[in-house]
C-alpha cells in the first residue's frame, strides 16, 4: 500500500509542496523478547496491519549462550516451555496471526546492529521498528544502543519505539 500525505523538507518552497508517497511493503523487527522489543513488535504489527506490509522478526543469535554458566541459563525465565531466546519471535507470530498480518521468523547470527541492518537490506525491507532500551548515563557509554547504531547504520528509515 502506498501511502501519500502532503508535506515539504525545511528548503523547499511553499510553491513546491505537493504529494509525498512512501511504499511500505515489508516492515523488518529485531526481538529478542524484552519488553521494549516486544512493544517495538506491537509497534510493528500495528503499522503492518494498516498499511497491508508483511512482517519479519529477526532474534540475532551472537554465540554468546555458549559463554554462560549452565546454571544461568536454566534460571532464566522459561516463556511458555520456549527458550527466552526465541521468546519475541512467539510473540511477533502470535501478534501477526491474531491480526492478519503476514509474517515470517527467523534467527540470525552475528553482530546485533550490524545483522539487522543487514538482513532489513537483504530481504528488502522498507522500515526497521527496533525498540530502545532506555540506558542512560553510564550504561549507554559502557554497553551503546543498539538502536542506535541501526539508525546511524541503517539506509533504511527505522523507528524506535520508546519505552517508559
Avoid at 78 to 96: F, Q
Amino acid at each position: 500500500m502506498k501511502v501519500c500525505i502532503k508535506g515539504a523538507a525545511e528548503d523547499v518552497k511553499l510553491s513546491e509542496v505537493g504529494e509525498v508517497c512512501h511504499d511500505i511493503s515489508k516492515i523488518l523487527v529485531p526481538t529478542d523478547g524484552s519488553a521494549p522489543s516486544t512493544a517495538a513488535t506491537e509497534y510493528a504489527v500495528i503499522l503492518a496491519k494498516t498499511f497491508g506490509a508483511k512482517l519479519k522478526a529477526i532474534y540475532v543469535d551472537t554465540g554468546m549462550d555458549a559463554l554462560e554458566y549452565p546454571e544461568e541459563v536454566i534460571s532464566e525465565d522459561v516463556y511458555e516451555g520456549v527458550h527466552p531466546s526465541i521468546k519475541g519471535l512467539v510473540i511477533a507470530k502470535t501478534m501477526c496471526e491474531r491480526n492478519g498480518v503476514e509474517c515470517e521468523v527467523e534467527v540470525v547470527k552475528g553482530g546485533v546492529a550490524k545483522r539487522i541492518v543487514a538482513t532489513a537490506a537483504e530481504w528488502g525491507a522498507d522500515l526497521i521498528v527496533c525498540g530502545d532500551t532506555g540506558r542512560t548515563g553510564i550504561k549507554r557509554i559502557a554497553l551503546g544502543s543498539v538502536a542506535e547504531t541501526v539508525v546511524k547504520g541503517s539506509p533504511i528509515p527505522v523507528v524506535v519505539v520508546k519505552v517508559d
